[in-house]
């Protein structure tokens, strides 16, 4: 059989971010302030808590961004990644569909998050930072901004949700390795931490409040900032890489997608891949494209969310935005896609969502993992619990074709590998994996604590 593998030389990696808000007719609304809830429609945020650079990113209206050479060339330590044709796995699945998939599990944390991690260290540096605060969940946000910060000179002190901290400990030796000072939350550092710490000495945590602490200790540290790695239109930008690679090489293919498809937490690496082709679609030169958004059953901010102003963290400390959300309040259920727990969803997905640009749906574990497991005997790689998200839905795609008879071209992105997260597959395999059927009440209940926004 033909291995189809299609690697762009070093020098084929691009060399500009595409910014989707250039080419949205309606791009999402501004943010309000988290106090106030007036419109904040001049940078900077109060407070200031990004790098400077990356707050005009956040606002700018220019279609390409030019990707700083420094940037590139640490980029180019996994860069271009790689695009597959899943040959092998269409012909277990017998469908006619050619699918494809980007593979962005061969950086060094093993995912795709440093695409954002790198240039957010970058300006930190330009800037004569310090270092960063910030928060993470299993650890894969973390280990990205500490393998970053480190090659750029700089500190990155990491709140990790408690549970996580004691219960998934590779990723956090992969942070310390880095040079990252890690440390559990809520942690005794901060007010906030000590404020849930005296109400409930024995709490696991939540991403919330790792968050709140995040942002306190940027705030009340000389020469830190915080860092985000997901949501927020900048990360979205950074994460364009994948998109415009992949474009450059379903081109050498000979091949353009029907359908594009990310798992999708805060939203930043499927609207990596989307966006680059999203625009041929906001253009007028590819209007049958479908992008398809793939969240957790267990977080279902798009599928059964409400597009609403609400707040980016529990403690309200970042500002609001208009997104389709479950309630800052909401607390998940303990899937093993960690990635895909947050609450909210980025703004320019919901507003591409909101005008009938792009769909959104949601899978159960146990489906999700069925469907790695049959790509991982096929093609080889194991991917991430989040990325088999995205893998489910291309099998449903795949599926129809196989009904329909029709060859469409499918291209998912492949987040990252799942070398850290066996446990879940095991749980998989020994049938001791919960789906969890959420109960609208719950939704309900997180609700109500939506901001009143006149008009809103
Ligand atoms: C963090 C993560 C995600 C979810 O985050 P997005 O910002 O939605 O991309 C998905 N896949 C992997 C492998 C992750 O580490």
Same mark, same amino acid.
């Given at each position: 059989m033909t291995q189809y593998k299609y690697v762009l030389e070093e020098?084929?990696?691009?060399t500009y971010w595409y910014n989707i808000l250039a080419d949205m007719k309606k791009p999402p609304p501004f943010y309000l302030h988290?106090?106030? $809830? !007036?419109?904040? *429609? *001049?940078?900077?945020? #109060? #407070?200031?808590?990004? #790098?400077m650079e990356l707050i005009k990113q956040e606002f700018s209206k220019e279609r390409f961004i030019e990707i700083p050479d420094e940037v590139q060339d640490v980029l180019k330590m996994w860069r271009p990644a790689p695009l597959y044709r899943a040959a092998r796995w269409e012909k277990a699945l017998d469908t006619p569909a050619r699918i494809y998939y980007k593979w962005e599990g061969v950086s060094p944390p093993g +995912? =795709?998050? #440093?695409?954002?991690a790198i240039a957010q260290a970058y300006y930190a540096k330009e800037e004569k930072l310090e270092g960063f605060a910030t928060e993470t969940g299993a650890g894969q946000w973390g280990s990205a901004l500490c393998f970053a910060a480190n090659l750029f000179g700089l500190k990155c002190k990491v709140f990790m949700v408690t549970i996580s901290y004691h219960q998934k400990p590779y990723r956090r030796v992969m942070m310390e390795t880095w040079g990252g000072s890690v440390v559990p939350s809520p +942690?005794? !550092?901060t007010n906030a931490g000590r404020a849930i710490l005296e109400k409930d000495p024995e709490t696991t945590g939540s991403l919330g409040i790792a968050i709140s602490e995040a942002l306190e200790y940027a705030m009340t540290h000389e020469g830190f900032k915080y860092s985000l790695g997901s949501v927020v239109n900048f990360v979205l930008l950074h994460q364009t890489v994948i998109g415009l690679e992949a474009k450059k090489q379903m081109e050498m293919a000979g091949d353009y997608p029907d359908i594009v498809i990310g798992c999708a937490g805060g939203g930043s690496n499927a609207a990596g891949l989307i966006f680059p082709f999203m625009q041929d679609k906001l253009n007028g030169s590819q209007p049958n494209l479908r992008a398809i958004f793939v969240e957790s059953t267990a977080c279902p901010s798009m599928t059964r969310g409400t597009y609403a102003y609400d707040w980016g963290d529990t403690a309200k400390t970042g500002p609001v935005a208009k997104m389709h959300t479950v309630g800052h309040g909401f607390i998940p259920a303990p899937? =093993?896609? /960690? /990635? $895909?727990?947050? =609450?909210g969803m980025a703004p320019s997905i919901c507003a591409l969502l909101d005008q009938g640009q792009a769909e959104a749906r949601a899978y159960h574990q146990n489906i999700i993992l069925q469907a790695a497991e049959s790509f991982a005997r096929a093609e080889g790689f194991i991917v991430a619990p989040e990325t088999a998200h995205a893998i489910q839905a291309a099998y449903d795609e795949a599926m129809a074709c196989k009904e329909s008879g029709e060859s469409k071209v499918i291209l998912f992105n492949a987040s990252g590998h799942g070398l850290l997260d066996l446990a879940a597959y095991d749980a998989f395999h020994r049938q001791d994996l919960p789906d969890y059927e959420l109960e609208q009440e719950k939704i309900e209940q997180a609700l109500v604590e939506l901001p009143q926004i006149p008009n809103g």
């Open positions: 020098n084929g990696m691009p988290p106090a106030t $809830l !007036e419109v904040m *429609d *001049d940078p900077p945020m #109060p #407070p200031p808590v990004f #790098p +995912s =795709h998050k #440093p695409n954002t +942690s005794s !550092e899937v =093993h896609a /960690g /990635g $895909l727990r947050y =609450h």
